[in-house]
T-cell receptor
Framework: DTGVSQDPRHKITKRGQNVTFRCDPI?????LYWYRQTLGQGPEFLTY????????KSRLLSDRFSAERPKGSFSTLEIQRTEQGDSAMYLC??????????????FGPGTRLTVL | GQSLEQPSEVTAVEGAIVQINCTYQ??????LSWYQQHDGGAPTFLSY????GLEETGRFSSFLSRSDSYGYLLLQELQMKDSASYFC???????????FGTGTQLKVEL
């Protein structure tokens, strides 16, 4: 068990560019979540997958954001036409659908996005 | 909407006991979780309460009162390494979606 991994760890981009982040969850976890965290705030829910199905998406998420989990394993989060307000830490988490750790989400180290 | 309120900062000395409170307003409440986050690190799970009462895990305990929409995290025998941000988070919906509070920064001093 190597934990949740995210790539890249840091991304600097210019306003208007598109960026894509990748998350590899713990292998046996069927649930995957994306959160966004800004300085001094708690993580904010963006979207959630169970296997390959995207079951929930935050109303705060604009159409510029899209996420996929094509084979029910890794996931990608794409932001199109980035804005300075998108600058944040993007966190991925995974959890098991059964068992004692059902209520525990395991977080990755995050991708820090800076939009210039 | 949904909201969780926590104190922004708490300071305590090594070896002491500290309680971090959390009040919440949410719909579709399933349970209350607590996460620890060190500066620059990822949130890590501490505890989860679905039912009223106290859950104890080593030096950490967590309490929930559903009727009062209130919970707390109790940290005993504080150590310097406990200096971190602590977040309460409501689980809403069957998918385990979490809504986080703004966090409490705990500073442990000698």
């Amino acid at each position: 068990d190597t934990g949740v991994s995210q790539d890249p760890r840091h991304k600097i981009t210019k306003r208007g560019q598109n960026v894509t982040f990748r998350c590899d969850p713990i292998s046996e976890h069927n649930r995957l979540y994306w959160y966004r965290q800004t300085l001094g705030q708690g993580p904010e829910f963006l979207t959630y997958f169970q296997n390959e199905a995207q079951l929930e998406k935050s109303r705060l998420l604009s159409d510029r954001f899209s996420a996929e989990r094509p084979k029910g394993s890794f996931s990608t989060l794409e932001i199109q036409r980035t804005e300075q307000g998108d600058s944040a830490m993007y966190l991925c988490a995974s959890s098991s659908g059964t068992g004692g750790s059902y209520n525990e989400q395991f977080f990755g180290p995050g991708t820090r996005l800076t939009v210039l | 909407g949904q909201s969780l309120e926590q104190p922004s900062e708490v300071t305590a000395v090594e070896g002491a006991i500290v309680q971090i409170n959390c009040t919440y307003q949410t719909s579709g409440f399933y349970g209350l979780s607590w996460y620890q986050q060190h500066d620059g690190g990822a949130p890590t799970f501490l505890s989860y309460n679905a039912l009223d009462g106290l859950e104890e895990t080593g030096r950490f305990s967590s309490f929930l009162s559903r009727s009062d929409s209130y919970g707390y995290l109790l940290l005993q025998e504080l150590q310097m390494k406990d200096s971190a941000s602590y977040f309460c988070a409501c689980r809403t919906g069957g998918g385990n979606k979490l809504t986080f509070g703004t966090g409490t920064q705990l500073k442990v001093e000698l």
